[in-house]
């Protein structure tokens, strides 16, 4: 009997509205985070695995929550979409890097003349070309293989205690300029990664187009479609491991700079 009293308050009003802001925070994260949303993960593993990590963090925010317990729903709604826009704001920043990697398969199914040959997307549910998906896939495997996970789970973590549970106010100017610097990074990435290939294809395109000058009588349309294809995959060969190094510096870097949103 004298572990009743610890045990009810364990389940007070209090304690279940905390868990379920920090629950909610996860799954904004979960909802947009690379990998865990990049691939069709079943919802079952997610919201457990939300749970889960929603139940380690507990014992650790719980003390430090404090903030006016919700008397309506409204209010209680208000502290759940907030929380929420935090973790999806976080995951939204991360994808960000993803975005500027499957530009750069745009760019390069675009020289390489293969922009008209899509593939379906089954979590986006659109169309987008080969060499996107192709460097989607590469990212995600450097993605797991510098363990970028722990990254953002560092990151979701500092959130907690830069705007903690039943946070009510709006973003301050240094995290708004900072996801700002960062969503322009997305640009400076792709370009970086895509110019090597992308510049060789265009002198290719230069100097079969001074070749159609030349002779006339070739069909030089017939013969540009196949040899560039051919040119684009070995120089995606070529290139991969300076691809792959390329990003994973680079994927440091904006992962790093993501925590310091929280510092």
Not at 186 to 212: K, T
Request: hydrophobic share 60%; aromatic share 14%; charged share 5%.
């Amino acid at each position: 009997m004298p572990d009743a009293p610890s045990l009810l308050t364990l389940f007070s009003p209090k304690n279940i509205v905390v868990f379920m802001l920090i629950f909610t925070r996860m799954s904004g994260l979960f909802a947009t985070a690379p990998f865990f949303s990049t691939f069709q993960m079943p919802e079952q593993v997610k919201i457990w695995f939300c749970a889960l990590i929603s139940f380690i963090l507990y014992p650790i925010l719980s003390a430090k929550a404090q903030f006016i317990m919700p008397n309506s729903m409204p209010e209680f709604a208000i502290l759940i979409a907030i929380e929420f826009c935090i973790g999806f704001a976080i995951g939204f920043i991360a994808n960000l890097l993803f975005a500027g990697v499957s530009m750069v398969g745009e760019l390069i199914s675009i020289q390489m003349g293969l922009s008209m040959a899509n593939v379906l997307d089954p979590v986006s549910g659109e169309s987008s070309t080969i060499m996107s998906s192709l460097y989607t896939y590469l990212a995600v495997l450097v993605f797991i293989g510098l363990g970028a996970y722990e990254y953002l789970f560092a990151a979701i973590y500092k959130s907690f205690f830069a705007m903690p549970v039943g946070f009510m106010g709006v973003f301050n100017a240094g995290v708004i300029e900072g996801a700002m610097t960062l969503a322009g990074q997305m640009f400076q990435i792709a370009f970086g990664l895509a110019m090597p290939i992308f510049s060789v294809l265009l002198v290719c395109d230069i100097l079969l187009g001074m070749m159609n000058k030349v002779m006339p009588q070739m069909n030089i349309f017939m013969v540009s479609l196949p040899f560039k294809v051919f040119l684009g995959l070995v120089l995606i060969l070529l290139f991969l491991k300076g691809s792959v190094t390329y990003l994973m510096d680079v994927m440091a870097q904006y992962l790093q700079g993501i925590l310091h949103l929280f510092t």
